[in-house]
Nanobody, 119 residues
Framework: EVHLVESGGGLVRPGGSLRLSCVASGFTFDDYAIGWFREAPGKEREGVSCIRSSDGTIWYADSVNGRFTISSDNAKNTVHLQMNNLKPEDTAVYYC????????????WGQGTLVTVSS
């Protein structure tokens, strides 16, 4: 059974940083890409960043490019999302997803972790 467990969310002031982690189990980690998505109140879920560990391909949404960094620790089946210079508009529930390695369609989701950016 696939499990994706996110952690690291919380309350942070604008300009602050948080590091999210996604621990995966129940599948061969190297055979899939992993992505971070977010869903703000009243908005649709959107992609934030994805990583394909098999070849190191990385994608960022324009809204976070230059502020967020995704990384993969294949030995621990874990993907991190380092979020710097956070803005109030980054407030959302952040979800980790297992993605098809080609095309990056979401296949499984974690339960989400809440990030609140507020002064």
């Amino acid at each position: 059974e696939v499990h994706l467990v996110e952690s690291g969310g919380g309350l942070v002031r604008p300009g602050g940083s948080l590091r999210l982690s996604c621990v995966a189990s129940g599948f061969t980690f190297d055979d899939y890409a992993i992505g971070w998505f977010r869903e703000a109140p009243g908005k649709e879920r959107e992609g934030v960043s994805c990583i394909r560990s098999s070849d190191g391909t990385i994608w960022y949404a324009d809204s976070v490019n230059g502020r967020f960094t995704i990384s993969s620790d294949n030995a621990k089946n874990t993907v991190h999302l380092q979020m710097n210079n956070l803005k109030p508009e980054d407030t959302a529930v952040y979800y980790c997803a297992k993605l098809h390695n080609e095309g990056w369609a979401p296949l499984d989701w974690g339960q989400g972790t809440l990030v609140t950016v507020s002064s």
